[in-house]
């Protein structure tokens, strides 16, 4: 089964740091770009990041560009997500998708079940 | 940025209705839309990619049309099942979702 397994939420203080992973399988990841989008507790769904099928190609929603950096382990079939300064409005569970095509810039065919991301004092 | 925006926010049918709701876009996308449901504490599932392909699985009594700036995604006969939140998204310029569409029961 085509699967992607986010992990490593949690509880963190502002001005802390997270990072999340996610496990692909069941398909060649290294084919596909990949996405992260998160959802504010009651709100909609906000895309946050995507990396292409290489690594080597990055895009940033205004709203987290200079503090999270997204990043790619093709051997290990892992996505990940490294969270800098953040604060509390990253409060959400945090989706990793995939794209539909091997072509970056599509619709995200794929989703895991989401990690969430808690920004307290 | 391409601002995409949804109408109406909530909307009250039966099973049986015919449903559909409209995105805008504030600039061309061509057909790079996509909409996707959403059930509560789930994943968004996708239901239609390119304005109007249906996504393999996914009954046909959804289905997608438009174009450039204007879009609708319409639910030919209800069912329970599809009682849920539904987004669109533009994928021509980054990706940008709508607010969303709650699609209550009456």
């Known amino acids: 089964d085509v699967q992607l397994v986010e992990s490593g939420g949690g509880l963190v203080q502002p001005g802390g740091s997270l990072r999340l992973s996610c496990a692909a399988s069941?398909?060649?990841?290294?084919?596909?770009?990949m996405l992260w989008v998160r959802q504010a507790p009651g709100m909609g769904l906000e895309w946050v990041s995507t990396?292409?099928?290489?690594?080597?190609?990055?895009h940033y929603a205004d709203s987290v560009k200079g503090r999270f950096t997204v990043s790619r382990d093709n051997s290990k079939n892992t996505l990940y997500l490294q969270m800098n300064s953040l604060r509390a409005d990253d409060t959400a569970v945090y989706y990793c998708?995939?794209?539909?095509?091997?072509?970056?810039?599509?619709?995200?065919?794929?989703w895991g079940q989401g990690t969430m991301v808690i920004v307290s004092s | 940025d391409i601002q995409m925006t949804q109408s109406p926010s909530t909307l009250s049918a039966s099973v049986g209705d015919r449903v559909t709701i409209t995105c805008r876009a504030s600039?061309?996308?061509?057909?790079?839309l996509a909409w996707y449901q959403q059930k509560p504490g789930k994943a968004p599932k996708l239901l239609i990619y390119?304005?109007?392909s249906l996504e393999s699985g996914v009954p046909s009594r959804f289905s997608g049309s438009g174009s450039g700036t204007e879009f609708t995604l319409t639910i030919s006969s209800l069912q329970p099942d599809d009682f849920a939140t539904y987004y669109c998204?533009?994928?021509?310029?980054?990706?940008?979702f709508g607010q969303g569409t709650k699609v209550e029961i009456k």
């Open positions: 390119e304005a109007s």
């Open positions: 600039q061309s996308i061509v057909d790079w």
């Open positions: 990396l292409t099928d290489a690594g080597t190609g990055t």
């Open positions: 069941g398909f060649t990841f290294s084919s596909y770009a």
């Open positions: 998204q533009q994928y021509d310029t980054y990706w940008t």
């Open positions: 998708a995939k794209d539909r095509t091997g072509v970056s810039g599509d619709a995200s065919d794929i």
